[in-house]
């Protein structure tokens, strides 16, 4: 049992990538309009499985380092890998593929600070926060994504200038935690 929550988490990591292909490669015209939910389907499934094997591993007390070192390394291939789909079927717009960028780069730079010795660096509230408000934007991208190869498109591209907006919000949010992530781990 100990070897579960960890399970869960590397499984989060490898079906990111079914998420980025089912993103990308659209079901065939004519394809029963559940086949078009797909993406969010799996994308919210896997985000909510990071509840459960957090959940898991205290549960069964099975918390570990590899689990503590994987789970955030889960959310942002998810993050990651669901933004730069979204901006590749989207060409590329301005604002959310800067936004993608910048959440990207924060992560990846704190990934590297993670593996390297010295001060720990635990997540902070405004890091969950960031999180939620990615999960939350690309939810919403990824809604109004389906909805639009269903046909249903009037009225969206409102609400999906909001969900861009919310991954904006998370990117300022990510500089912001990546300066104090920053100022932890090289202070005195």
């Known amino acids: 049992m100990f070897r579960l929550p960890n399970a869960f988490t590397i499984c989060r990591c490898v079906l990111s990538l079914l998420v980025g292909y089912t993103i990308i490669v659209a079901p065939p015209a004519g394809a029963a309009p559940a086949m078009m939910f797909m993406p969010l389907l799996l994308f919210v499934g896997l985000a909510a499985t990071d509840a459960v094997d957090g959940y898991l591993a205290r549960k069964l007390d099975a918390v570990s380092e590899l689990g503590a070192l994987l789970d955030p390394i889960a959310d942002k291939l998810l993050i990651a890998i669901s933004l730069l789909c979204i901006c590749y079927i989207q060409d590329w717009p301005a604002l959310l593929t800067v936004s993608a960028g910048l959440i990207i780069l924060r992560d990846s730079i704190i990934t590297y600070l993670r593996f390297r010795p010295g001060r720990s660096l635990p997540v902070s509230q ?27 498109t009037d009225g969206w591209s409102f609400v999906a200038m909001g969900f861009q907006l919310a991954v904006a919000a998370a990117a300022i949010l990510s500089v912001w935690t990546c300066v104090q992530y920053l100022r932890i781990r090289f202070s005195g």
Request: net charge positive.
């Open 126 to 152: 405004l890091a969950k926060a960031k999180t939620a408000l990615e999960m939350v934007g690309v939810s919403g991208l990824l809604l109004v994504f389906v909805l639009a190869r269903i046909g249903v």
